[in-house]
């Protein structure tokens, strides 16, 4: 499984982009990337996924370069409801299901007022 | 969208008791559920694959004795925590996946539990 490396934390206002990139340098050619986020004492919430280029929904966009040995989870305007931990997972998801995801250290973002 | 619901949310146990945690997909059938640990402050530690009708496949370093994981059906898999001791408090998640929708592989977690020996 690709190993992640992202930033240990992060610091940000209300109203500003938040840019988090992640590092998967052996990610290999059926790697999904996928970001979710977990507040304290819940469960992880999937946010966004993607192979290459750009995708956005409604809360994130993900930019995946061409060679895809990174990615960066952009989050507009955050708020302080967006104070989380985020985690950059990469693994082979459309398949069969049965293989887990590993998680890395993932990224502590504090949104201040 | 797909929902993983686990129960108890919290549990206080008292040392050498056993302590089952339930893992149920909602609105879909999941032949594979996943079993993660996290310690405060830390990320999400995979300890077993669960499986429909067979055996767990657990994480090296995971005592399969000590955590004992039932998946007797497509929507439920259980973990018990045998013998619980104060090293065994952490926060437990469950999660799974919908494969039947497989386009976008989303991996759905349960809100987790929160396990406290005494």
């Known amino acids: 499984l690709a190993k992640t490396t992202q930033p240990i934390s992060m610091d940000s206002y209300e109203g500003q982009e938040v840019n988090i990139t992640c590092s998967h340098n052996n990610i290999a050619t059926n790697d999904y990337i996928t970001w979710y986020q977990q507040f304290p004492s819940q469960g992880p919430r999937f946010i966004i996924q993607?192979?290459?280029t750009k995708v956005t929904n409604e809360v994130a966009s993900l930019f995946i370069p061409a060679d895809r040995k990174s990615s960066t989870l952009s989050l507009p305007r955050v708020s302080l409801s967006d104070t989380a931990v985020y985690y950059c997972?990469?693994?082979?998801?459309?398949?069969?299901?049965?293989?887990?995801?590993?998680f890395g250290s993932g990224t502590r973002l504090q949104v201040q007022p | 969208g797909a929902v993983v619901s686990q129960h108890p949310s919290r549990v206080i146990c008292k040392s050498g008791t056993s302590v089952k945690i339930e893992c149920r997909s909602l609105d879909f059938q999941a032949t594979t559920m996943f079993w993660y640990r996290q310690f405060p402050k830390k990320s999400l530690m995979l300890m077993a694959t669960s499986n429909e009708g067979s055996k767990a496949t657990y994480e090296q370093g995971v005592e399969k004795d000590k955590f004992l994981i039932n998946h007797a059906s497509l929507t439920l898999s259980t973990l018990t925590v045998t013998s619980a001791h104060p090293e065994d408090s952490s926060f437990y998640i469950c999660?799974?996946?919908?494969?039947?929708?497989?386009?976008?592989?989303?991996?759905?977690f349960g809100e987790g539990s929160r396990l406290t020996v005494l």
């Open positions: 997972l990469v693994g082979d998801h459309v398949w069969t299901g049965r293989r887990a995801l590993t």
């Open positions: 999660s799974a996946r919908d494969v039947q929708g497989m386009a976008t592989g989303e991996l759905f």
């Open positions: 993607g192979y290459k």
